[in-house]
């Protein structure tokens, strides 16, 4: 298939893409898969608080068993007591979720696939800002129509990273680090023509 390649002037050609990563059937179990497994391993899982186990003190009993008129106790630390431990005490938790690679491939080959479709995913030969500075940024996504977008490109790219850091419907990112939950979360994506062979070549 191919995928037009939009300029300031208009339309300046064509790229001929590969079906596999453009033009395939959006598999929308597939990507909530992908997407969920991707926050779930973003959760720190660092609650923590201390059981009666963990709390210091309360080695010894309070008073003896029985001949007292009191109810029985064998610590001060139980959860009965004021500076007691918690009953049920959360713990450090790992909220990861599996997916193997060929599942994520094809997860964002789906994502991929349906941007092209809505026609929110825009192919530029090149695009880049020669000093990092937002207002120029600003001005070449004007010049496209663009406003609430992802900047993808071949590799890194710091002047377009500080241009865009404080815009929060920007956001730039290259190919080895973008992730299905950016793809999804901006208007458009806003890709250069390497970075649009890099990813055929990523997800092959």
């Known amino acids: 298939m191919e995928l037009t390649i939009a300029s300031p002037a208009g339309d300046a050609g064509t790229v001929t893409v590969s079906d596999a990563t453009f033009g395939r059937v959006f598999n929308e179990d597939l990507v909530h898969q992908a997407v969920t497994a991707y926050l779930a391993g973003a959760r720190q899982g660092t609650r923590a608080?201390?059981?009666?186990?963990?709390?210091?003190?309360?080695?010894?009993?309070?008073?003896?068993?029985?001949?007292?008129?009191?109810?029985?106790?064998?610590?001060i630390r139980s959860p009965l007591w004021r500076s007691g431990g918690v009953t049920f005490a959360a713990r450090p938790q790992d909220h990861s979720q599996k997916i193997n690679r060929k599942m994520y491939r094809a997860a964002l080959q789906s994502i991929l696939s349906e941007l092209a479709r809505q026609q929110r995913l825009v192919v530029v030969e090149d695009?880049?800002?020669?000093?990092?500075?937002?207002?120029?940024?600003?001005?070449?996504?004007?010049?496209?129509?663009?406003?609430?977008?992802?900047?993808?490109?071949?590799?890194?790219?710091?002047?377009?990273?500080?241009?865009?850091?404080?815009?929060h419907a920007v956001d730039v990112s290259d190919v080895a680090a973008v992730d299905p939950v950016r793809l999804i979360g901006f208007d458009h994506v806003l890709m250069t023509v390497p970075a649009v062979k890099k990813f055929e070549e990523v997800l092959a």
Not at 50 to 72: E, F, H, I, N, Y
Not at 151 to 164: D, H
């Open 49 to 75: 608080q201390k059981s009666r186990s963990d709390v210091s003190g309360g080695g010894k009993k309070p008073w003896r068993q029985k001949g007292t008129g009191r109810a029985r106790a064998g610590t």
């Open 127 to 167: 695009f880049a800002v020669e000093q990092p500075k937002t207002k120029e940024l600003l001005k070449k996504l004007a010049a496209l129509g663009l406003t609430n977008v992802l900047i993808v490109t071949e590799s890194a790219n710091e002047n377009l990273a500080l241009s865009a850091r404080n815009l």
